[in-house]
């Protein structure tokens, strides 16, 4: 197992150097060699099931641990060594033993994300939506984390006063404005803007200053418009969800990089759901999915059952939202 846990670790370095984030793919790198002895070492290196981002991602169990020392303040030499974006083995081991209970603690959470910036793909679908079908959304998101997305209504794109999302946008820009009237979401471990904050942050990589920037205005926003987060399985909650239709209403069923996440009873039954709720011009359901296939970043695609059925590729996406190819097409 101590090696599939350092294979772990040197394939997250990989993905976060892919993803842009060198200081944590350098982490990633050292902890792969670094780590030998002490209870942290023992605990990671012995890990039973999946150590990589495909099972219980441990390198980033640990790294969010780090991150949360400075965050909290505990460690200032860390603090230093990540304001100056220079880490070396010794200080990362100086603070994993320093800390070891802390960390320890935080080992036995997997990590949780809720990337805002993968609202401005919500703003370009809800948009394109209002061009076929104006009604006000109801918005119902799988895999919702905190909520902090089914906020994306209340987000901006380019340029505006708190939560400002700027992808690298290629294609043209979508116009149209919609409403929304309702919003909720699932999750099978709901975290809160209120008290969640610091778990959110430290996950999110700390050489991204724009990335965490942009998490502290969401938690802030959210705390005034709470989002409404329930406990459960996707499938189970989006089959009570649309077994009435709601009149009036575009429901409007979206996941962003979650489906990967989801049991394959999971996934088997939100499709039966998709396929099988009533909707008709009076009420019409939606859904879009922001998902790997297996190309260059995440697919956008979009259905929509108003008494007729269209489905349309809306085009590609960065996993963390920092560009987006906005190439709408119908498909059969």
């Keep these: 197992m101590t090696t599939t846990v350092r294979e ?22 050292l902890l792969a060699d670094a780590l030998q002895d002490g209870p942290v070492a023992d605990r990671m290196l012995d890990w039973p099931g999946d150590p990589s981002s495909r099972g219980h991602s441990v390198p980033l169990r640990l790294c969010g641990a780090l991150h949360a020392l400075v ?23 100086a603070a994993i033993d320093g800390h070891r209970d802390f960390v320890l603690d935080w080992l036995d959470s997997p990590p949780q994300t809720n990337e805002v910036a993968r609202s401005a793909a919500l703003i370009g679908a809800a948009r394109f939506l209002s061009g076929h079908c104006d009604m006000p959304l109801s918005l119902l998101e799988l895999g919702t984390s905190a909520g902090l997305n089914l906020n994306f209504d209340r987000y901006h794109l380019f ?16 116009q149209g404005s919609f409403a929304v009237a309702d919003r909720r979401g699932v999750d099978l471990n709901p975290l809160s803007a209120e008290h969640d904050g610091l778990r959110l942050m430290a996950y999110c990589w700390a050489d991204q200053d724009a990335r965490l920037e942009r ?20 499938g189970a909650w989006l089959r009570d969800r649309l077994a009435l239709p709601e009149p ?71 996993f963390h939202g920092r560009w987006i190819e906005w190439a709408p097409r119908p498909l059969a």
Excluded: K, N
Aim: charged share 25%; proline share 6%; hydrophobic share 45%.
């Design 71 to 93: 965050l909290t303040g505990r460690d200032a030499a860390l603090a230093d060594a990540y304001a100056a974006r220079r880490v070396d083995a010794d200080l990362l081991l």
């Design 248 to 318: 009036g209403r575009l429901r409007l069923v979206f996941h962003t990089v979650a489906a990967q996440y989801f049991p394959p009873q999971t996934l088997d039954m939100v499709a039966d759901t998709l396929a099988r709720s009533p909707a008709d011009a009076a009420s019409p359901l939606a859904h879009f999915g922001m998902e790997a296939d297996g190309g260059h970043g995440a697919a956008l695609s979009l259905t929509l059952r108003d008494g007729d059925t269209r489905r349309w590729s809306l085009g590609r996406a960065d």
């Design 8 to 29: 772990a670790f040197r394939d997250q370095a990989r993905a976060c150097r892919d993803l842009g984030s060198p200081m944590t793919a350098d982490i990633c790198d």
């Design 215 to 234: 998490l502290r205005a969401a938690l802030a926003l959210a705390r005034t418009h709470p989002p409404m987060v329930e406990a459960g399985d996707a």
């Design 159 to 174: 340029e505006g006063d708190g939560v400002v999302l700027t992808p690298e946008w290629r294609g043209d820009v979508p």
